[in-house]
């Protein structure tokens, strides 16, 4: 299915270009960070407002990485509004209704071919993280890719054959996620090859973690801003 995109979305590419064309669509599934509505784990000792400061800089990190790895496609799949943390080079569409399961579900349905799918909550990932997945050998047929998250869940997951059944109905939020969506996978037959385990953004202490395991983009600027005025 086409991919219709939102009016307001930035389609051109950034300065320098991005990375050249690769083997899957690349997906990044995102909330538009507004104040109150994100990282809401994270208040107190922050605001909400720095909140989404610190959801704000991940999202622009993450998608920043995606630029500079190979990719048919890039879209993000946007709960809310672009904004000006958005750079050039994705189509936007919006979520579907439901729960994240069917919103998954439903931004696999729009893909043909191979497709990776990425949260906003890995400010860390870096295009060497992802060059696994996004190789020209990286999607034989009946090939699954699994990115593990450290409370459970999962922070990727790639379909060489973008079956929305492979998510829909996988409960979603909680410390089994990840080995329900695994078991579901194997399950149907396909081969599940793995990336690193990362540590998604939901709690302060994450926050930290992440922070001083992220070299360069906006994330540790931002936290470390944050930090020093929630400091006693």
Known sequence: MPTEPVPGAAPGAVPGGCAPDGPATLLVIAKEPVPGRVKTRLTPPYTPREAARLAEAALADTLRTV???PARRRVLVLSGRPGPWLPGGFEVVPQAEGGLDERIAAAFARCAGPALLLGMDTPQLTPELLAPATGPDSWPERTAWFGPARDGGFWALGLTDPDPALVRGVPMSTSGTGRAQRERLTRAGLTVRELPVLTDMDTVRDAERIA????????PAVYAAVRRRAAP
Do not use: D, I, Q, S
């Open 67 to 69: 630029l500079k790895v």
């Open 212 to 219: 001083a395991e992220t070299t360069g983009g906006r994330f």
